[in-house]
């Protein structure tokens, strides 16, 4: 697999040189790195495992336990960082309200379990979703659970079409790649309606002679 660049190459390097904890360690980083794509270092997991370099089994085990470890490291950060951190940093956030965040509070307190849970087979959100779990100081426990089930389901997929796809693992990452980037689009265009709509209020509330609201 020497001939393989970019980000594949350096799982490749990662998987040759410590075998199955280095997929483990690849997927741990993805999900502090969301730019090194998970639909890269799984299929090439399997593909590795197809050529009797690395035990199939011990790929799922290892990547899944990289995903729990790079998600509890982004739990712990917004754990750290706070509520009162975050308010802070909101209240100085142009066209952004607190009322924003106490309504995404009040969301995640009633679908968080279901986030966390489905984030883990959405990129982006996949890595993201820890953050605000740690934030809301959701019980460890299930956190790790959701976290552990979630990742056995997605790892044990696309290492399994790496495996039995071979040399055209690719495939797979082309597929989920174009996910990816469609998932991207969604949230991009959402953040511009967003500020659009934003923008509209304030400039209608200042023409009213109305205060901006809190």
Same mark, same amino acid.
């Given at each position: ?43 090439? @997991?399997?593909?590795? $495992? ?20 790079? @998600?509890? @490291? ?22 952004? !309200? ?11 307190? !009633?679908?968080?379990?279901? @986030? ?24 460890? +426990? ?33 597929? %989920?790649?174009?996910?990816? !980037?469609? %998932? ?5 265009? $959402? ?11 304030? +400039? +209608? +509330? ?9």
């Amino acid at each position: 697999m020497s001939d393989i660049g970019g980000i594949a190459g350096f799982a490749a390097d990662l998987m040759e040189w410590l075998g199955a904890p280095g997929a483990g360690l690849a997927v741990a980083l993805e999900n502090l790195f969301p730019p090194i794509p998970s639909e890269v270092i799984l299929p090439l @997991a399997g593909f590795t $495992a197809s050529l009797g370099k690395m035990n199939l089994a011990a790929a799922i085990i290892w990547t899944t336990i990289g995903s729990v470890v790079g @998600a509890l @490291a982004l739990y712990g950060i917004g754990q750290w960082f706070g509520r009162d951190r975050l308010y802070a940093v909101v209240a100085r956030v142009p066209l952004v !309200k607190v009322t924003d965040v106490e309504k995404t509070e009040a969301w995640f307190a !009633k679908h968080g379990t279901k @986030a966390v849970f489905f984030g883990r087979f959405v990129p982006i959100f996949r890595s993201m979703i820890s953050i605000p779990a740690g934030l809301e100081r959701m019980p460890l +426990r299930i956190f790790l659970t959701l976290t552990a089930v979630g990742s056995l389901i997605w790892n044990t997929l696309f290492i399994m079409l790496g495996y039995g796809l071979g040399s055209q693992w690719e495939t797979v990452s082309d597929v %989920v790649g174009t996910y990816s !980037k469609g %998932v991207l689009v969604l949230v991009l265009l $959402a953040v511009v309606v967003f500020l659009a709509v934003r923008l509209v209020q304030l +400039r +209608r +509330r200042r023409k009213a002679g109305l205060p901006e609201e809190p």
